[in-house]
């Protein structure tokens, strides 16, 4: 099973700022690694699908970059409605799918 | 617009079976798709159970692997969730979603998501 680790477990920032969430994984997943967001009692959603590729409807200040077991999601100019948790998931080597512990964005 | 609802009891005794059922409207169960569980213990991560194509073919999580079972009823348009011998561990949102498949062989995520439902295991 792969190992998806996330830093940092929470990340405080202000609206305006940059953020840059990182997840590792335990061995090589090329590309096949997604970013979803949940907020409080909320479903998870998609917002980057094979790395880098956002998914339909997701603001273009959402990006992501990397391959292999390093990866990030960049989100470039906070807005109040991005403070939430965010998981990262890998498609690589299944079953089981597996996701990251999860990186908390809260408000500075 | 595809749309997934979960549906089922709240509540489930340990030892016994929490039984869910997901509701898929707006598109076809027979699609490319894939159709999943996963579940999310309070204030923790989430764990994916296992997944159904329409065929019937399934896959699940190896640590769940002996206790779980995933149906599909093409006729309703719904996939069913069966977990056995539940302890309190197995307390979590359980969240029904689609593991979207673009030209049919290409995999994508989970791109839709059901809202989830809360299942609690207590005497």
């Given at each position: 099973?792969?190992?998806l680790?996330?830093?940092?477990?929470?990340?405080?920032?202000?609206?305006?700022?940059?953020?840059?969430?990182?997840c590792?994984?335990?061995?090589?997943?090329?590309?096949?690694?997604?970013w979803?967001?949940?907020?409080?009692?909320?479903?998870?959603?998609?917002?980057?699908?094979?790395?880098?590729?956002?998914?339909?409807?997701?603001?273009?200040?959402?990006?992501?970059?990397?391959?292999?077991?390093?990866?990030?999601?960049?989100?470039?100019?906070?807005?109040?409605?991005?403070?939430?948790?965010?998981?990262c998931q890998?498609?690589?080597?299944?079953?089981?799918?597996?996701?990251g512990?999860?990186?908390?964005?809260?408000?500075? | 617009?595809?749309?997934?609802?979960?549906?089922?009891?709240?509540?489930?005794?340990?030892?016994?079976?929490?039984?869910?059922?997901?509701?898929?409207?707006?598109?076809?169960?027979?699609?490319?798709?894939?159709?999943?569980?996963?579940?999310?213990?309070?204030?923790?991560?989430?764990?994916?159970?296992?997944?159904?194509?329409?065929?019937?073919?399934?896959?699940?999580?190896?640590?769940?692997?002996?206790?779980?079972?995933?149906?599909?009823?093409?006729?309703?348009?719904?996939?069913?969730?069966?977990?056995?011998?539940?302890?309190?561990?197995?307390?979590?949102?359980?969240?029904?979603?689609?593991?979207?498949?673009?030209?049919?062989?290409?995999?994508?995520?989970?791109?839709?998501?059901?809202?989830?439902?809360?299942?609690?295991?207590?005497?």
């Amino acid at each position: 099973e792969i190992v998806l680790t996330q830093s940092p477990a929470t990340l405080s920032l202000s609206p305006g700022e940059r953020a840059t969430l990182s997840c590792r994984t335990s061995q090589s997943v090329s590309t096949y690694l997604a970013w979803y967001q949940q907020k409080p009692g909320q479903a998870p959603r998609l917002l980057i699908y094979d790395a880098s590729n956002r998914a339909s409807g997701i603001p273009a200040r959402f990006s992501g970059s990397g391959s292999g077991t390093d990866f990030t999601l960049t989100i470039s100019s906070l807005e109040p409605e991005d403070f939430a948790v965010y998981y990262c998931q890998q498609r690589s080597n299944w079953p089981p799918y597996t996701f990251g512990q999860g990186t908390k964005l809260e408000i500075k | 617009q595809v749309q997934l609802q979960e549906s089922g009891p709240g509540l489930v005794k340990p030892s016994g079976t929490l039984s869910l059922t997901c509701a898929v409207s707006g598109g076809s169960i027979s699609s490319s798709n894939w159709w999943t569980w996963i579940r999310q213990p309070p204030g923790k991560g989430l764990e994916w159970i296992g997944e159904i194509f329409h065929s019937g073919s399934t896959k699940y999580n190896p640590s769940l692997k002996s206790r779980v079972t995933i149906s599909v009823d093409k006729s309703k348009n719904q996939f069913s969730l069966n977990l056995t011998s539940v302890t309190a561990a197995d307390t979590a949102a359980y969240y029904c979603a689609r593991f979207l498949y673009r030209l049919t062989t290409t995999p994508v995520a989970f791109d839709i998501w059901g809202q989830g439902t809360m299942v609690t295991v207590s005497s």
